[in-house]
């Protein structure tokens, strides 16, 4: 701090002893020629100290973006001539934009980060992919003052050397036109006949130059990756979507909504795996499983506590009933209803505008399209452990079916993995009997989460009855005597990067867990394979390459849901499926960039944990100057009428502002709760309109009321307060 309060008033110094000493009237028109007389003098009498000092004297001006630059230009031509006056006024000027841009990043980038770290990081990355380019354009244009670029590129992450050698390039040309006519300066009566109207146009088109060349280079690009292929002069449809889970789904409806010709192909379940695998069946046992925990704990509401009696294979059964009742509203008939030609089979790549479909009823279809949607979504991640095959397993795709043939829960149960799939399914297990072990090989569950929001959830798995076992590794799967067992190693309390590279001296010694059933749930990977990608060339690192418009190497192949990543989240897939079809279909009018900008999720352990933007440790990471509001919901009427008055809201926001950068909440219901923080964040909403908001009394959407009257009063005005508190006293006389 003390280092940029000393930069800051040698600025001001130097600044202010420019103007006292009037040095600015000699950065003018006529002062110039009124010099140059003396000034040939002192050239002829000390060549190189004139050259020196001129040279020091444009860096200086440029470095704190003193007035005068265009005039230290064309006295460069007048003193020294075209080639030498080029030389030292292109030099010169670059390395004083390089230092006044080295200011600006120094004084002002770190608070900018602090107060704007989403817009800041969107520039960042946009400068990262065309930073160069963007000011080679400016640079070029002499219509654009080049002391604010200097200023207002100093905040981006530019690199130093990049822009110092692209501004010395951009700048040649208009530092060309002041040098030539420095050479000719009796002759000049203004600076506006130099940057004459034709000559400022005639920039403006140079300008323009870098981005026709851009679009023409795009162009030969995109047609590169085709060349080895012919494209059909006619389409037999306008697009087909591959995969009919929710991005293909979406993608598909609204291509028919718009009236294009559009096929989907789907070799399973009509709805893809969160109706028939995930979202739909895991809710519905949590359901089963959470009435079945409010039986035991009667005592709470007035009522007497009872042992559920069940069948579980009832309950299963009802799990099956929710996905039949729910599929219809993804079914083949449906969407052919809708307009969507649905075809059940394999769906294999052959050029960038053929599909060949191998039917589940027998024969195969050729199809031929202008757009290609791949929405193939992803599979569970079995992890590699020796003996894993022999004893047998089961995933939150394949648990649905194999449980549904038993008349109990798995006696014991082995839950591999601490994210929200697994602690879901380890606490509805547990609730509904099953001796459950969830492992875990991080030190928390639900490690995206901050630490208390892990702790929290931890102690409510263990009070369903799960035994956590954070910090250790699966290492193999055997059988003994008949029985199933999973080894496993703690892990030491060294760091965690130990853990990362699987060093071996911190792992304690093994230990034996029996189970019934194991279930993996260490994670999901996009199906990648069998689609023909690999023969295309398209580009795959465990989800397929995209860019921004979800366009892959071929800019007629798209791709949309959790074979791209980076949310794997079922409503994630969806808002991909809107930019898949549109930019499908109308990409050659105008392409949309895919809006990650606010993305919430919830994890259904009871009580949910939802969250939207960044929590508190990923504010720190980021290095932003923030405060966290918190209401717990101990305090709402609504939780202690519902006998489940644990939890809170957490919202981060910057330091003295309402503006909302995250919120993460705990409670029953905090998956509903998030909506309304999610509809402030995306429409630039703070806390103070929420709290302006009615809420119905008594609901637990009040929560969200009161963690801004919350930060409202952290806020409060206290010296209005005070004042108005001496006039109410007054008013009592």
């Not at 050239?43 to 020091?56: E, T």
């Not at 120094?106 to 602090?114: E, F, H, N, P, S």
């Not at 798995?410 to 606490?427: D, F, N, R, T």
């Amino acid at each position: 701090m003390i280092k940029r309060i000393f930069l800051i008033l040698l600025i001001l110094i130097l600044a202010a002893s420019f103007f006292y000493f009037d040095l600015n009237q000699l950065l003018t028109l006529d002062g110039l020629k009124g010099s140059m007389s003396q000034f040939n003098e002192y050239k002829a009498q000390s060549p190189l100290l004139v050259i020196g000092g001129f040279f020091l004297l444009y860096v200086v001006v440029t470095a704190l973006s003193l007035p005068g630059a265009a005039i230290l230009t064309l006295a460069a031509g007048a003193l020294f001539g075209l080639v030498q006056g080029l030389l030292i006024a292109s030099f010169a000027s670059t390395i004083g934009a390089t230092l006044a841009f080295l200011t600006s990043r120094y004084l002002l980038r770190d608070t900018i980060k602090q107060r704007f770290p989403e817009r800041l990081a969107a520039i960042d990355k946009g400068v990262e992919k065309e930073g160069a380019f963007y000011l080679f354009t400016l640079r070029l244009v002499p219509i654009f003052p080049f002391f604010l670029i200097n200023l207002l590129m100093g905040v981006t992450a530019i690199k130093s050397w990049t822009y110092y050698w692209v501004s010395q390039i951009g700048m040649l040309a208009g530092t060309f036109v002041f040098v030539n006519a420095g050479t000719q300066l009796a002759q000049i009566d203004s600076l506006s006949g130099i940057l004459s109207f034709d000559l400022i146009l005639s920039f403006a088109l140079l300008g323009l130059f870098p981005l026709i060349a851009k679009g023409v280079i795009n162009m030969f690009k995109k047609r590169r990756v085709y060349k080895n292929y012919n494209k059909p002069k006619t389409f037999d449809r306008n697009m087909i979507v591959i995969g009919a889970g929710a991005g293909g789904l979406v993608t598909s409806y609204i291509a028919a909504t718009v009236r294009a010709k559009v096929t989907l192909i789907e070799a399973g379940e009509m709805g893809g795996d969160c109706l028939n695998y995930g979202c739909v069946p895991s809710k519905a046992i949590i359901k089963s499983a959470k009435v079945a925990e409010q039986m035991r704990d009667g005592e709470k509401y007035g009522l007497e506590n009872t042992t559920p009696h069940f069948s579980f294979k009832k309950v299963m059964a009802r799990v099956h009933d929710v996905i039949a009742e729910i599929a219809p509203h993804d079914s083949v008939e449906r969407y052919t209803d809708l307009g969507v030609e649905v075809l059940k089979g394999y769906a294999k790549l052959i050029d960038p505008w053929t599909v060949e479909v191998t039917l589940n009823d027998g024969g195969t279809q050729t199809l031929t399209a202008r757009t290609i949607v791949l929405a193939t979504g992803a599979r569970p991640f079995v992890p590699p452990l020796p003996g894993i095959e022999e004893t047998g397993y089961v995933t939150s795709d394949t648990l649905w079916e194999k449980f549904a043939t038993l008349d109990e829960t798995p006696k014991k149960l082995v839950v591999l993995g601490g994210g929200p799939i697994g602690s879901e399914l380890a606490q509805a297990f547990a609730r509904l009997g099953s001796d459950v072990t969830q492992i875990e090989r991080s030190t928390r569950l639900m490690k995206k989460e901050d630490e208390e929001v892990s702790e929290f959830a931890q102690n409510a798995l263990e009070a369903s009855g799960v035994m956590v076992l954070t910090s250790h590794q699966a290492v193999r799967c055997e059988i003994r005597d008949g029985k199933k067992y999973i080894i496993v190693q703690q892990l030491g309390d060294e760091d965690q990067s130990s853990q990362q590279k699987g060093l071996q001296e911190n792992l304690q010694p093994e230990m034996a867990l029996e189970y019934d059933e194991l279930l993996c749930a260490v994670g999901r990977s996009a199906r990648l394979e069998g689609y023909g990608l690999e023969a295309l060339g398209i580009e795959t690192d465990r989800t397929v390459v995209t860019n921004e418009y979800l366009e892959t190497l071929y800019p007629n192949i798209y791709a949309a849901g959790d074979i791209v990543g980076p949310y794997q989240f079922t409503h994630v897939a969806s808002h991909q499926g809107w930019y898949a079809a549109v930019n499908g279909l109308f990409g050659h009018f105008k392409k949309f960039k895919v809006d990650y900008r606010v993305i919430p999720w919830t994890t259904f352990i009871d009580p949910e944990v939802a969250r939207v933007g960044l929590n508190e440790q990923e504010a720190i990471d980021k290095g932003i100057d923030f405060e966290v509001t918190r209401y717990d919901f101990e305090e709402l009427d609504r939780a202690i009428t519902d006998s489940a008055a644990k939890g809170f809201i957490k919202v981060i926001t910057p330091k003295g502002k309402d503006k909302i950068l995250g919120v993460t909440i705990v409670s029953e219901h905090a998956g509903d709760l998030m909506s309304e923080f999610v509809l402030a964040m995306k429409h630039g909403l703070g806390l103070n309109k929420i709290l302006g908001t009615i809420h119905t009394y008594p609901t637990w959407a009040e929560g969200n009321k009161y963690v801004a009257g919350e930060w409202k009063r952290n806020h409060a005005p206290e010296t209005v307060l005070n004042w108005l508190e001496k006039y109410h006293t007054w008013r009592r006389g």
